[in-house]
């Protein structure tokens, strides 16, 4: 086992692409469920804001990832123009659509948003949820 582990490794090594490309890595966001602050996106108490987003790394398919908070207030109605997940991280939601589906939505839960739905969210208090949509950012 030893042998074939420094073939690879020596295979790998003497490959010039790859040895000047540097390892891909991660970004830490710490506590960004508590302190960042979504902008206003509309009426009185909605508001959304990407935090991350692939684009730079991969502009042809990128995804970008955020919080969307919603105040006791007018309810927002939301065509998608891409797909997306949203996880409920805290309050509450009630989610429905055009074909009737409605769901009281709490912490915990998840959803997937279709290209072309169009969901209508409201709340009797607050809901938080973070995101992860197939677009570019801050296009929402």
């Not at 206003?40 to 995804?63: C, H």
């Not at 970008?64 to 991280?89: C, D, N, Q, W």
């Amino acid at each position: 086992m030893g042998s074939l582990l420094s073939k690879a490794t020596s295979k790998h090594s003497s490959n010039p692409e790859k040895s000047t490309m540097a390892p891909a890595t991660f970004t830490h966001y710490p506590s960004a469920q508590t302190t960042f602050q979504p902008p206003l996106i509309a009426n009185e108490n909605a508001f959304l804001g990407d935090i991350a987003t692939s684009e730079p790394l991969d502009p042809t398919a990128p995804i970008s990832a955020g919080f969307y908070r919603l105040e006791k207030g007018t309810p927002l109605v939301y065509e998608y123009t891409y797909h997306e997940m949203k996880i409920i991280v805290d309050g509450e939601f009630e989610i429905s659509d055009e074909t009737g589906k409605k769901v009281h939505a709490k912490k915990g839960d998840v959803f997937y948003f279709e290209k072309g739905s169009k969901i209508t969210f409201t709340t009797e208090t607050f809901g938080l949820g973070f995101y992860v949509g197939q677009r570019k950012k801050d296009t929402a």
